[in-house]
């Protein structure tokens, strides 16, 4: 019997791990640190991708979220190790990823993900009660953590008190909580696949790519790729895990290159933001549009917000505490112009969620915002 050689995605935190060992201490020059980046990519690619493999395990709507919940520790650590070595404007970085995720989520992943589906199927079909709640969640944790900072007074400048980021940390976790209570427990089958009338099922699990120690089979010969077996889904837990701090260890040492290449490319400071967030949420914007492919729009749109709301809900309270030991200010307000931003993407957002179907040009109209947001926050 012929052994399977592993796949890539087993030898990938492997081989980051060992580049972490090489590299830590050392600040690397240009071409070590697109070599690492290299590393980087496939130590997040391969966590999200283990991260499926047990996300398929567990079903949904539980595979949406431990699949944002790893895209949030990854988002995390990038920001705590870059605000704690940085040299730039790590008052706002905080503010910045958390801004450019929320974006790129609601703008980009469901953009494309309602692109993809009304293309192929030619209208993308959800649940507007499960995705007007979550979009609902988004926005009020955005309000809470992004907006008001800019109207309060207790405190000089676009910052919370101490006593209001402790509030704003406690009510963004208290509100991720109980959505995901709901999501999970309270009205699970509003978050699930709905039927579309041409050939797809109301409740069906979410195929995902081979694993590397198990490959999906269909037995039961219902079109679906069966739930992985326990052996794979705990190999693919301890690599996931594997990938996770390889990671984290690489973000540190990639901190100064990232700034530096920012600065030598002439773009804002705050631009840093709008790269550890495409960074992380690469992969999963891979993941909702094939789920959109395979007219499953729901899941990726659970994907979306689900991936904003833990960057808020999630993200936010973590950096609140790594505050208690940073140095200098936070500063979580959002400027003017992210504001309209935020605003026009919230109408668009809800106008396209409340019918339960889309056509393609709310995609295109969800896209435009995105690009309109990265122009702007390279020529503000």
Known sequence: ???????????????????????????PGTVAAVA???????AVLSAVHHAEVVAHKVGEPFGSLLL???VTVIEVALIVTLMVSGSGETATLARDTVFAAVMITLNGIAGLSLLVAATRYRMAVFNPEGSGSALMTVVVLATLTLVLPRFTTSSPGPEFSSGQLAFAATA???????????QTVRHRDFFLPVATGAGTTAVTRTAIPDSPVDSPVDEDGDGHADPPSTRAAV??????????????????????PIEDAVEAIGFPGGFVGVVIALLVLL???????????RNRAQISLNLAYGSAMASIGLTIPAIAVASIWLDGPLVLGLEPTQMVLLLVTVVAAVLTVVPGRSK?????????????????????
Do not use: D, N
């Open 1 to 27: 019997m012929t052994r399977r050689r592993p796949s890539w995605t087993t030898l990938a935190p492997v081989a980051a791990l060992v580049v972490l060992v090489l590299a830590w201490g050392h600040h």
């Open 36 to 42: 690492i980046g290299v590393f980087l990519v496939g």
């Open 360 to 380: 393609s040009l709310q995609g295109w109209v969800h896209l435009v915002l995105l690009a309109a947001f990265v122009f702007l926050a390279i020529s503000p």
């Open 68 to 70: 944002a919940a790893a």
């Open 172 to 182: 963004s976790l208290v509100l991720y909580g109980l959505f995901v209570f709901t």
């Open 235 to 256: 190999a693919s837990l301890v690599l996931l895990l594997l990938g996770l701090v390889a990671v984290v260890g690489l973000a540190k040492v990639e901190s100064y």
């Open 283 to 293: 992969p999963e914007s891979i993941a909702a549009a094939r789920a959109a492919a």
